[in-house]
T-cell receptor, first 112, second 113 residues
Framework: EDQVTQSPEALRLQEGESSSLNCSYT??????LFWYRQDPGKGPEFLFT???AGEEKEKERLKATLTKKESFLHITAPKPEDSATYLC?????????????FGAGTRLAVHP | NAGVMQNPRHLVRRRGQEARLRCSPM?????VYWYRQLPEEGLKFMVY????????ESGMPKERFSAEFPKEGPSILRIQQVVRGDSAAYFC???????????FGPGTRLTVL
């Protein structure tokens, strides 16, 4: 069964304290891995798509990487406005058409 | 360019009533997806539609739930005879083509009393 597991469930950082969020996946052929950010009461906001092992994408303080079994979202020198829930999702190459399979998310809190 | 639009943003229904949730995709997008987010749970896929066609409804309960995306107008997710367990946030997403990024709307928060 296709599955996505994110860790940790929650993370508290001081402003400027860099860290990484993990997304482990089991999927019958990976078509794509997606990272989203979700603020309370809002819809997920698209961040990155990764398609193959070794691929990396960057946007401001965020960098996403991909291996054959997991993805990391690295946050460098975070600011309080980076506080949000970060969601990882995969799209399988077979059977499921285009649906996204989401992990439960990592709740990030960055304190000044 | 307006993003994905959903209405209403909040909907309150009593048990046994019907709920209709509407979604207008981003301009130029012809693929629509519905997801449900239960309290303290992750997003779960429900249904994938293209204009006038249901492509994948594997995540949608077979009873009481239906979805459509007509040639003209928004996509509609319809829940008949709502029960308390239907209380959740319902998100719509759209994409240009089947395997492109999906962009989400702000969601409709359904509360069943």
């Amino acid at each position: 069964e296709d599955q996505v597991t994110q860790s940790p469930e929650a993370l508290r950082l001081q402003e400027g304290e860099s860290s990484s969020l993990n997304c482990s996946y089991t999927v019958s052929g990976l078509r794509g891995l997606f990272w989203y950010r979700q603020d309370p009461g809002k819809g997920p906001e698209f961040l990155f798509t990764l398609y193959s092992a070794g691929e990396e994408k960057e946007k401001e303080r965020l960098k996403a990487t991909l291996t054959k079994k997991e993805s990391f979202l690295h946050i460098t020198a975070p600011k309080p406005e980076d506080s949000a829930t970060y969601l990882c999702a995969v799209q399988a190459a077979t059977g499921g058409y285009n649906k996204l399979i989401f992990g439960a998310g990592t709740r990030l809190a960055v304190h000044p | 360019n307006a993003g994905v639009m959903q209405n209403p943003r909040h909907l309150v229904r009593r048990r046994g009533q019907e709920a209709r949730l509407r979604c207008s995709p981003m301009k130029g997008h012809s693929h629509v997806y519905w997801y449900r987010q239960l309290p303290e749970e992750g997003l779960k896929f429900m249904v994938y539609l293209q204009k006038e066609n249901i492509i994948d409804e594997s995540g949608m309960p077979k009873e009481r739930f239906s979805a459509e995306f007509p040639k003209e107008g928004p996509s509609i997710l319809r829940i008949q005879q709502v029960v308390r367990g239907d209380s959740a946030a319902y998100f719509c997403a759209s994409s240009l083509a089947g395997d492109n990024e999906q962009f989400f709307g702000p969601g409709t928060r359904l509360t069943v009393l």
